[in-house]
Every structure is written in C-alpha cells, then in structure tokens.
C-alpha cells in the first residue's frame, strides 16, 4: 500500500558548501500532457524525511547531498510513482530528469485534488475509477482531439448521451433538459433561455473548460432535482508559471458559402444590440422592417488566454488566469416549415432561413493558494451569446394558409426577422481548506448569476397572393394578410434570471475505513419575464405591396392612420392598452408578465465506508425544503389570468452507492436513490409564446391544486417523484482502456409531457399526463487502443465506442381537466425525448514523424428516433427523426509553438426531419417548437481551418 | 385637421463594442384626436362591471351600466339585463366581454322595439373595441371523449358534455355591435360565441354588427338560432366546428368592405381531433339563408365546408361571389376529413339554391369525385330569408 504524500520542505542553500557532498537536480515532463513540465510533483529520498516539489517548470533540486546512493522516489497523483537510483557524487550534479505518465494501479487516497491534471483523458479515467459515484467525465485533451469546441458537443461525446441537432437540447439516457442539472465548480448555473431549465451548453466553449463531467447516479451532494444527470463543468485552473497563447481560425459552410445573407436591422456584427432603453413604442415608430445585408458568410473565430502566477515569500502563490474568445457562424436552411395536425393548416413547402449567430466569451479567474492547506479562487465568466434569424417562408409563391381569406391554395408568405440576446454573467468565489492534517476537509462556494435574455424587436409579416410578386405583371400585387391585426406584428420580450447560491461541505476522516461528509447547500432564484407585442391593422383589407421587400416604404410615419381619417394604410395595435391611453397608435403595457421563484435549502450526510479493501459503502440522506412560487398576469385567460402559484415542499432523500473493487483494475457498482424533478418555470407560467406555426405555453396546474377547483386526473403534486437504480461493471484494462456495461431502471410518478391541449386553438402545453414513467437501459462502453507506440507505449491507433439501448413507457390518463384539459385516446406511449438506440464512435490514428505528430480523428454519433411532442386525442405523435453525424478532425502539431489543424464537420449532411405520425395521408413532415423555424433540412459541411500559437 | 406624431431629436449612444448607434427617436404624441380611455370613472353615475360573478346579477334599467373587464358568471348564477338596455364597453380591446360559464344563465330578453344592445364606449367607435358575449354549456363536442371537457379559445373557460338540452338561457332581441378585440396573439372575440350550448337554451332575434373576427361562432353543441343577422364581420359571419349539431333558421349576411366568408363550417377542431365516441361531425340544419357579397369580380367565397363538416342546407341564396361553395377534405369514408363521403352519403346537401352573380358554384377539394347535381338540388328556387320583415325595427347596418 502506498500512500502519498506532499511536503514542502524548502531548502535553505545557505549552509556552507563542502567538497564531500553533491547534488541531484533534473526535469519532470507529463507523458499525458505533451510532455510539458509537470509542476507540483513530489520527489521524495527513499528512506528519508527529505523531499521536494517540482517548480512551475517542473524543475527540482536536491542539494548538499552526501555521497552515496539514493533511490528518488517521483510521484503525482494520479500518475505512475517511479523510484530511481542515483549515484551523487562529491562536488558533482547529477542530472535525472522523467516523464511521468498516468497510473493504472489503484491510489488509495487523493491528498490534494486541485494538483491533479484532470484534462487528460487517462487522469480522467482514473478518476472515475477511484469515484464513489457513478461519473464520467471528457477533459480538455480529449475535446482538443475530437475537435469538439464546446460542452454541449463535449457531453455529447459520453454514453448514453445525445444532443438534439438544430438546438441546444442535450439528452441523458434519453431524458431531456427537464431531468437535468448544470453546474460549474459544483455551483448551480442560471439558463440563457426561458424555455430551458439549463444552459446551452453550446456556450462554453473548449477553451474554459477542464473538463466536464456527468454523473448518472445521485449522490446526496447534489440537489434532489436529479434524475438523468448533473452535468458539472471544471473551469480551466491554471496554476503554471506564465503563458500567452492565441488561436484564429476560419470556416465555410457549404450550404451558406455562396448565399447573399441577411440579419435584422438595428445589431452588430458582434451580435450586441443597444435600444433596449428605449420605449418599444419607439423602436417600431422609429425604425423600419426590413432585414439588412450581412457580410459575406465565411465563420471566423478567433481568442486567446493567458496565465501568470506569483509566488510569495511564505509560500504562497497567487495565479491568474484569462481567456477571451469571440466565434460566429453563418447557417442557411433551406426547407419546409409546415403545421398539420388533423388537417394541413400552414404549409410552406418551400422555406429558407439565415441564421447569423455570435459567440463571445470572456473568463477570468484568480486563484489563490495561501499554504499548503488553505486555497482560494475567484471566477468570473462573462458570455454574450446572440442569435440573429431571418425567415422567408413561402418563397415560391406556393405557400398555404387554410384559413387565408383571398387564395387558400397558394400564395400566402410570411416573413420572420428575430434577434436573441443572451447576456450571461457569473461568478463564483470558492475555497478549500484542511484541518489536522487532512482529518478535516472544507470545501465551500458561493455564486451569483445573472441572465439577461432579449428577443427586442422581432418582426412578423403575414402576405397573401405572394405568387403575384413572383411574376412580371405589374398589375397584380400581393397584399397583406391580416386576419388578426397581429398577423403583422413587433415583439418584444425580456427575461431576468437572478441567482444566489452556496455550497458546503465538510468531510471528516474517522479512520481508515470511514469517512463523513455533512454539507449544506442552498439557492434562490428569481425570474423576472414581460413582453410586450404591437399589431398592424391594415386599414384596406387589399392594401396591395410592390415590393415584399421593401416594406419600410409602406409603414412610414406618414402612412399611420391618425384620428378618425382614413387616408392611413395602417394603426398600430396593443392588447394591454397604457392606463388611460387608447390601445390604437399608443404605447401600451406589458402584455405578459410573470414572476417566479425557486428557493432550495439542503442538508446532507453521507458516509464513505470502506470494507476490507473491496467494498465502498456510501449511504446518504438529503433534506431539501423548496419553495416554489409563480406570480403572473397575462392575457386570454379572464380572471384567472392574474394569480399566483405557490407550493412548499420538505422532501427527504435517501441514496445508497456501492462500489465492489473485484481486483484492482475491476469494479462493480450499484446505486439506489430517490430524487425529484421540479417543473421549470416556463412549464408553469401559463404565457403562450408564438413561433412562426406553433404555439407552446405553460400549465400552471403542475404545482398542483387549487382551492374551489374540481379537477379530475389532476394531482396536487408541485415535482415528479423518481426511483433510480443503477448497476454498472467497469473494468480498467490499461490506463487509457475501459470496457464498461451497466444497466438501470427509472420510475418516475407523475411525469410532465408536452401536449397539444384542447383549448381550441391547438397549444402545446405541459401536463402530468400519467400515474407514472418507467425507464429500463442497458449501457455499454469501450476505449481500446489497437495499435501501440512500442517507445511511448502510447496508442497509434484506438478507438472508442459506446451504446445505450432503452425502453421507456409512460401510462396516460383517459383525460385530464384542469386550468387546461386534454385526453388521449391511448393508454400508454413511449417517453417524451427518449430515443431507444444511441451510438457514439470515434477512432484516432496519430502517427509519429520525428517531431511531427499528427492526430486523425473519426468521430460519429447517432440516435435512433423519438417522440418530440405526444399526440393527445386523435393527433398521432410527433417524431424527431434520427440521425447520424460524422466529423473528421485532423490535429497538426508543427513544433511545440504552432499548431495547425483541419476539420471538416457534418459530413454525412443528413436530412433533418420532424414527422407527424397517423394522419389520414399518412406521415406528414412537420416543424418543431423544439427544432427550427424550418424543417427537412440540411445543416451542410463545415470545413475549416485553425491556426493556434503559443507563446 | 390631421395631427402628427412630432419626433424628438435622437439620441445616440453606444453599448458596449457595439457597432450599433441608437438612433431611435423620442415619442411626443401630440395626436388629440384618438378618444383615450379614462377609465370611465369620472362619472359617478355609471356602475362599472367586471369580475367573477358567484352570485346572480341582476341589471336595473334605472341604472347605467359599463363593462371593463373581464364579467365571468361562474356556474349556478344567472345574469338578466332588461329589454331597452344598452350597456357599453370600455373601448380597449383584449379581455373586455362577458361570459356564462358552463351551468350559468343569461337572460337578454330585448323586444323589436327595445332591443338589449352591448357596444363600444368610444366616441369613435371601430370594430374590435371590445372582446363580444360568451355562452358556455355542457353539450355534446366531438373534440372531447364522453363527459370530458375542453377549454375555450378566449378566458379557457370549461365546456362541452353530454347534455344535449344544456340551458344557457335565453337571447331575444340582442345585438352586438363592434366587438372582437384581440385576445392574444391569434385569438380574436367573435360577436357571439356559443360553446358547448345546448338546445335547451331560446336564441332568436340577434345581430352582430361591424364586429373584428367572426360573428356569430358554434363551438359543438346543439343550440338552435332563429332570425341572426351578421352584418360587416371583418371574419367569417358564420362559423361552426367541433360537432355542432342545431339548427340555424332564417339568417342573413351582409358583407362590408373587410371580410372572409360567409359561412366557415368544421366538421371537429382541426387542432385536436375528432375524438367523440361514437364518432359524430357537424351536422347542422340551416334553413332560409341569405349571403350577399361585393360582387363576383371581388373573389372571395359565401361558404366554406370542411374538416367533415356535415349540414343540410335548405332554401339558400348567395349573392356576389366568385365561389359559391368550397368543399375541403380527404378521400375515404374513414379519412380524418371525410366532407365528400358526407355527400355521396346524403349527410351534406343543399335543397333550393339560387346563385346571383356567383362565378363558380362548387369547388370540389374533398378527393372524391361527385357531380354537383349530388350535392346541390332546386337551383334557382331560393328565396332566402325574408330580412326585411323580421329584421325591421330592431337591426342596423342593412341598408
């Protein structure tokens, strides 16, 4: 058994020099990281107190040696320990200098883990080896390797893991965003988007991230709102000597390349957008309609990150960290965007959409190592994500309406003009500490986040007869559909997210075989949401258009009907009319508004009982006491339209891990938990949000019961409840090789589903539509290498592949009724989001030249298909179809400065596609609030370039 | 004299890196012209209404009455206004109108000389002022299963069973004038909406005039209407879905200048389905039907039958179209949208039509194929309803 350990003896060289001593002194490089200095290793004199640490530069020295022999013990954690012999000799420097590679033998206790290099894909794995959960993680060296530029592709590349293409949805074992958890450092991360509960983990991109992890199993140190996964991102943690590194890249995609773009009116090229001060009154008056040209669609990303550390006189070392990065992208859709339920109500056969979007990033981080025992670290991320859209749908003059007034069998054309802001903020201070000598063990963190998330000023044109603006015939025009007066229309919706929150947790080692951890955690949340939308009331039913794309010519300030005249072509209407002002040609009120909050406080104890070296016990028990309430005024529903929601819950949860070590390299483990999913925010808040042909609103019946109110099938239940067991073998054949299996079984009670309700206007909303949810999987997992570098002992060749195979099935109520009411006409369906089969693949080839190292990457995914939405009553569901993904990443180290890399994503371009199943005339293509304003699309190949440089 | 909207001067600023300049202007609204909403509360005389009714409400007509919200009967009460009364609306378009709940009564009973009118406050007044009057029963729907209900389109406001007899309470001599403000984003106010309202219930003699969506809507249920006139209904006048099954005697149509057709008939709500068991359609009677348009050379359509809607039509006369009927559906007796199978079955017909100035007389679009000598039969034996005599006195708009 061996144990490690970490000394810092400095020595003072002062003593006086004698001819009859020597010394030892050398470099430490890390087998698993390029070979780069290793700092912070151990380097202990076999048999003797005396030892040292490695520097920044992964320098050590042992002076005033006496003659004779040594044994020089090097050591990492969680790297191999190596003993060399050396011979000192009088007078004399004997050099030793070692590349320390990972450690495939077992370590028996992690002394310091903020040393530990967790970017590897070796160290990695050695670390879910040693976890007393049920964890996987992808560090930084994988994702560099896989060409995978930020977390959402990073989780993607994990068993049982599927990313839903066109969005940021990420599925765990084919549980989606609701049964999620993001995290980073272990600190609760605030969402960009008000119709997901997590973050888009598209925005995180490769250069802040350590690594990132999902645990599959609950553990009582996260919150009880668990039930597929907590995906945790490290942010990166730099604690070297100084760096300065930059990276500028470019690509093209060959669906945009050769397209004239175009983006809203009023952004920047950097996707930032400043009138949010003004009166959305303002705004439309004062600025026209019209999509603007963008530049020419070539994608450039470009950053850069830098690092210093200072050391201090009593030991202490204070080490910054920076990393900015700006990226965009140019996508063209060109396909259909349809809604057909019982019958086609809308259907463009013929859609193209540009999407212009913008990435920037900026971390910084400090960390501060006041001693041996005591660390501290601030983090501040600050992201601006934006996403500008433009939509022409009908272009072929071929578009149908059902319910178009002049032609229902072609001509009807709508325009969509969209921008999405998303600024994110947040910030995390965090420490850690020991006590008697590592008995005790103090982690703790605090985070505040902020989002602010703008849709400002989205524009929607409803045409009729557009066929006439296809011809050459001046004398027939198209005109404006107006139906409703918000078939034309200006949006306006703002969100804020605010959120505090705090971690703690102390371990205590008894003894050997046992050790207690007692944490609280704790966060409140707040939303604050409103928007606020403008209608044109075309004043001559047949105003006719001369040119669709000009329509700052038509709504001019001369051309608002004032008064009582009648000599305008339009009014502008508002639905909440301002306090004693008109609702025509005024600035109105919000027309929506709602207000939630989310606040969990947690205790939790668990032990780490260890049984003769082969068993690991880790019982635990969490109490949460949750408030969950929802404040909100909005339209179209009479009375019940301004109310509130509120419930308090206490819930314990109690969780079970056990881990069977069957020999050193093999591991058996079995988990037991209860955990609980809570509705997010938008599920509840019953606000009806319009895209282009769908309608998706909240229920607020999911907090349960109301007072006065018959109900029927509907609980009085504010989370679902979930069973979750696990059962895994894992077996570590080498370092970087693993062949693991596992199955488990969820149930979870009164799960949420996105249904068509009956409320005569076919909206989706949620509803807990059945008694209960069950989830039987089986997960297999292999990384091999197939060809080894007999010198480095590294893989010329591996490959890694992984497979989940699910069945899920969910009762459904005969009907529900409620706030809103729905039936089905079946009496059970698969799981909402669950895909049966999911694949991940990859095999990489890195042959040596000399100094030249190239690395070849195939990396492919796939999942099979999957419900989207339920179908309720007679609609038949609607299925996300399945598709394959392949990318080609080849990785160019020219010299230890320059590297110059090559990828080509998306390769087999598949159809993306969206069905409607059992309609009358069978499958009907349809388009998804889940996916894109167009559907049976293709994304194209991304092919680009990157060229890094490091100082 | 014509007032502008004068701009301030702009401001500009810059955010961030942003490339961006705001250059939006200030507003300075020197419009006097558009009648603002004060509330109405200046006058003391004027009792306001809205709200959620548990109790009965019963109007005097000593009394002055306003509506400015949201006036919700809940099931068991019963709202009477008395004949000759008019009572306005707050001119602000979304969430101003009346509804009876499911299990709640109305009783409007007006008389030719002394029609009950519901309209605008304003001084102006525009379609769309103001939301319209809800009835709610629990008749038969076919988009619901057995004694499920389903919610309605503006308040989502319970409706639909199985009594066919439901009881909502009695309209006579009622008209309803500038209604169908936006309730959100899609959904508009009809003039009079009945969902779910059974046959139990009298209507006869009302008028929706110069109304934003449709004028008069039968979501399901059976209720019978006698004498309806809808006149300048910037929507549908006349629109059926969700198996509504009563009769429709004597009704007349007059379109305006903004308007979509004269009638638009469902067989169920396309939104969700058809999932009455056993299964049934919209099946209304209509009888003495007149529709007059702009003119054949202005396109448009007097009647609009789709989704499987069933009907027998009896004595209809159109006037001023470029279609008289438009038939949608699928092909199949088990199709989702089954209209042609009503018509080779008999389940879907017209009986004495006459057509004035109608350029095309049937559009087939259901997938089967049928003469239009199956569906249509006694063309140019109509008359249509006799308007003049049953709508004098108490209507407007007509001329």
Redesign the interface.
Known sequence: MKRLQLLFILFITATSFAQNTGSIVGKLTDKEYNNEPLPFANILIKGTTTGTTSDIDGLYKFEDLEVGSYTIVFSFVGYETQEIKAEVIAGKITPINIALGASAATLDEVVIKTTTRKESEAALLLDQKKAVEIKQSIGAVELARKGVSNAAGAVAKISGVSKQEGSSNVYVRGLGDRYLNTTMNGLSLPSNDVNKKNIDLNLFSSDIIENVSISKAYSSRFYGDFSAGNVDITSKDYKGNGFFDFNVGSSVNTNSADKTFFRSE?????G????Y???P???V???GFDPQQADTPIDITFGGAFGKSFDFENGSRLSFYATGSFENGYEYRRGSNVDY???E?KAFEDAEEFEYSTKTTAMASINYKIDDTNSLKFNSLFINNASDKVGYFGIDGNGRN?DA????DEGFYQMNVQFNQNLIYVNQLTGRHRFNEGKYNLDWGVGYNVVNAHEPDRKRISVENYQFALDNDASTLPTFYS????DN?RYFQNINDDELNSRLNLAYTINETVKLNLGYAGKTKERQFDNI?Y?Y?IV??NTPINNVNDLNSIFT?EN?N????TDGLYEL?????Y?????????GSAENTYNGNLNVYAGYANAEITLNDKWLFVPGIRVEGIDQQIAYDV???????NSSVVSNETVFLASLSVKYSLNEDQNLRFSASQTISLPEFKEVAPF?Y?SISQ?IGGNPDLLGTQDGINY?NVNDVSYSKILNLDLKYEWFISKNEILSVGAFYKQIKDPVNQV???????TQRFFRTGEQAEILGFEAELRKNIIIDDETEDAKLSTGFNFTYMHTQQDLY??I?G???V?F?KDEEELQGASPIIVNADISYSPTFGNYKPTANLIFSYFSDRIDALG????GNVIEKGIPTLDFILKNKLNSKMELNFGIKNILNPTIQYLREG???GDVLVTSPNGKDVTDYKRGLNVGLQFKYKF | M????V?GL?IF???????????????I?N?N???????GNNNNDVILLS??YTEDLTLDSNNTYKIDG?L?MTSGTTLTIPAGMVIEAV?????VYI?ISSGAQIIANGTANNPIILTSDSA?P?A?DWGGLILLGDAPIN????A???????????YGGTDATDNSGSLRYLRVQYSGG???????NNGVSFYGVGNGTTVEYIQVFEGK?DGVEF?GGTVNVDFVSVVNA??DSIDWTEGYSGTITNAHVLHG????KGIEADG????????SNPIFWSKPTVTNLTIIGNGSST??EAIRL??GTQGIFTNVLLDGFAEGF?L?G?A?A????PTGTGVLNGDLSVTDITFTDVTLQVKNDTGETFANSEFLSGIGNATGTDFASWGADWTVGNN
């Open positions: 009023g952004t920047s090229y950097f930032f957008y400043n009138r001060d003004n009166n009154f303002a705004v008056l004062s600025h339920t019982n019958v109500k059902r007034i002049l032609n229902t139906n409703v007066v918000f229309q939308r209608g009331d001559n039913a300030l608002l004032i008064g009582n005249s209407k508002v639905i909440n009319a306090p004693g002002l008109s609702n025509t040609n005024r600035p339209i179209n529903l009479g009375a019940a339209g009806v319009e309608r029927t068509v309700a009956f409320d005569a206007t076919g005969e009907s009724i706030t809103y009411s039936s006409n309720s009553g007679q609609l309609t009358s005339v | 014509k007032n502008k909207l701009l702009a600023g810059m955010l961030l890196n942003s490339c961006t300049t705001d250059d939006t202007a200030d507003i609204i419009d012209s558009v009648t603002n909403n004060n509330g709200g959620t949201a919700i001119a602000s378009g979304s969430d509804a102006a525009q769309g988009s619901v299963t057995g499920a209900t389903a919610t309605s389109e503006i308040a989502s406001l319970p936006s309730a959100d984003g899609q959904s508009e969506d979501f910037q929507d200048p903004e308007h979509d169920y709500n396309t939104d969700i389905g058809n999932n396109g448009n789709r989704a438009d949608d699928d199949g088990t199709s989702d949208n």
